[in-house]
């Protein structure tokens, strides 16, 4: 397993941009594909997006793809998530996770190592 620690969340307002960061820990990162999720309150735990080892593949949740963009520098051991045209709706607490599976998956379920999470609020 690796170890997770999500930054760069905060309070904006709707339009504005946030980049969000998550740094692991452990030499077999670039072997981990990672995905991002949130949860708001009063809500279930929702994927976001998730990028394979090579940063050869995407995937996104329809409600982000456009505005959002995962990426990876496996020299940093650090996965982004960068959020544009952010909206009330994305009010949450955003999660890093890492996956030992080759495939791209969006049910937290296949993720073993999880960050602490980092808040992300947006002002309408």
């Known amino acids: 397993q690796v170890q997770l620690v999500e930054s760069g969340g905060g309070l904006v307002q709707a339009g504005d941009s946030l980049r969000l960061s998550c740094v692991a820990s452990g030499r077999t990162f670039s072997r981990y594909a990672m995905g991002w999720f949130r949860q708001a309150p009063g809500k279930e735990r929702e994927f976001v997006a998730a990028?394979?080892?090579?940063?050869?593949?995407?995937v996104y949740a329809d409600s982000v793809k456009g505005r959002f963009t995962i990426s990876r520098d496996n020299s940093k051991n650090t996965v982004y998530l960068q959020m544009n045209s952010l909206k009330f709706e994305d009010t949450a607490v955003y999660y890093c996770?890492?996956?030992?599976?080759?495939?791209?998956?969006?049910?937290?379920?296949?993720?073993?190592?999880w960050g602490q999470g980092t808040p992300v609020t947006v002002s309408s």
């Open positions: 996770a890492a996956s030992s599976f080759a495939a791209l998956k969006k049910d937290p379920n296949w993720y073993n190592s």
């Open positions: 990028i394979n080892w090579t940063s050869s593949s995407t």
